[in-house]
Nanobody, 131 residues
């Protein structure tokens, strides 16, 4: 089992940047490299949606079309952290952002983008963007 804690949310202006972090802690014997990691977000009144994902080694990343080219997901397995660098923010990016972890291996981008495929979730961090 792994516990996830997001941080770095806040209020930013349109066009600004924020960097979210997700710290992972878990039982002895498991490291962050055991997990596929994803970022999802949920705005008020909307479904939770996929933002980005990264494979165990960090060698492959996936992005939702709405954030591709603006957001970058990365991980530091030695520090047990996953980050989401967000640039050129728009009001449409405002949401609660969640990091998630999965121990399973997937073969398609669609799997990485599917919330039920993830086993563990953080509590979320709020991102607000003023126009």
């Amino acid at each position: 089992q792994v516990q996830l804690a997001e941080s770095g949310g806040g209020l930013e202006q349109t066009g600004g940047s924020l960097r979210l972090s997700c710290a992972a802690t878990g039982r002895t014997g498991r490291t962050l490299s055991d997990y596929v990691m994803g970022w999802f977000r949920q705005a008020p009144g909307k479904e939770r949606e996929f933002v980005a994902a990264i494979t165990r080694s960090g060698g492959i990343t996936y992005y939702a079309g709405s954030v591709k080219g603006r957001f970058t997901v990365s991980r530091d397995n030695a520090k047990s952290t996953v980050s989401l660098q967000m640039k050129n923010l728009t009001p449409e990016d405002a949401a609660v952002y969640y990091c998630a972890a999965s121990r399973r291996t997937y073969s398609s981008a669609a799997d990485y983008a599917t919330a039920p495929k993830y086993d563990y979730w953080g509590q979320g961090t709020q991102v607000a963007v003023s126009s």
